[in-house]
């Protein structure tokens, strides 16, 4: 049984397939599909795959056959409208996904499928310490998928914490933080502060005088001050993921 997105998908390819003889690039499959972010298509793409609907070809760029077709194709079923980059894609004919009919946007109370809900990806930088602070590190090859409901305006990056210093904040070691880029931020927001241009740490901000306090959330850890010229803000606490 396919979902709603998975048969769109589907029947984009077979599209694309059916006119051109080549299977559509992944940034065609996202702009045909409306997803803001190509590890939607990633999931899809594995969906079919484990259905046993398409097979990727290995060692071979695009590569993708599609290796059966559902039965039973209502001849008014709705396709995704091809991107600019796949023109004069004609729709295919005979076949039909074995899915449930009926309105999918109403079922669950107006839920959509978990692949068509938009994600994000955002670069994992590297390991914060939630303790004693640790050198920043900016690893620019590892990312994270993040629901967009998650994020707001703006640029946003993501650090794995190391430590217990915002336990009672809720902020655990191993968590995966939601940071979104600034130079500014209230008083009392959880922040990453760097120190010296050579420490980064993630803790609350506490302004004091002319001094700026960096304040754990456990009471085994102590508050460190710092004149102002010492700190800088690199982006405040938006979010937080976490595996079990």
């Known amino acids: 049984m396919l979902t709603k997105k998975q048969h769109e998908l589907l029947l984009f390819i077979h599209q694309v ?21 190509k590890s939607g298509i990633h999931r899809l793409i594995t ?4 259905r046993g609907f398409i097979r990727r070809l290995p060692h071979r760029a695009r590569a993708i056959e599609i290796t059966r077709l559902p039965d039973n194709l209502e001849s008014d079923a ?13 729709p295919a004919t005979g076949f039909s996904p074995n ?5 999918f946007g109403s079922a669950l109370g107006g839920s959509v499928p978990a692949e068509s809900s938009d994600a994000m990806q955002l670069p994992l930088y590297g390991r914060i310490a939630a303790g004693t602070p640790i050198e920043a590190l900016r690893d620019h090859s590892s990312f994270v998928d993040v629901p967009a409901t998650l994020l707001g305006r703006g640029e946003h990056y993501a650090l794995q914490v190391d430590g217990d ?23 009392g927001c959880i922040v990453v502060a760097l120190i010296d241009d050579q420490e980064a740490t993630l803790k609350r901000l506490r302004r004091k005088g002319g ?11 102590e508050t460190r001050i710092f004149p102002p010229e010492r700190v800088r803000i690199q982006g405040r606490l938006v979010g937080l993921m976490r595996q079990y």
């Open 17 to 37: 397939l059916s006119s051109t003889g080549v299977p559509p690039s992944f940034d065609e499959m996202k702009e045909a599909l409306k997803l803001r972010s």
């Open 47 to 50: 969906g079919l795959e484990e």
């Open 78 to 90: 709705p396709a995704p409208s091809p991107g600019p980059a796949a023109p004069n894609v004609t």
């Open 99 to 103: 899915v449930i009919k009926g309105n």
């Open 165 to 187: 210093s915002m336990v009672d904040a809720g902020i655990l070691d191993g968590d995966t933080v939601l940071i979104e880029k600034t130079e500014a931020a209230e008083n």
């Open 211 to 221: 001094a700026i306090a960096l304040e754990p959330a456990n009471k085994n850890y």
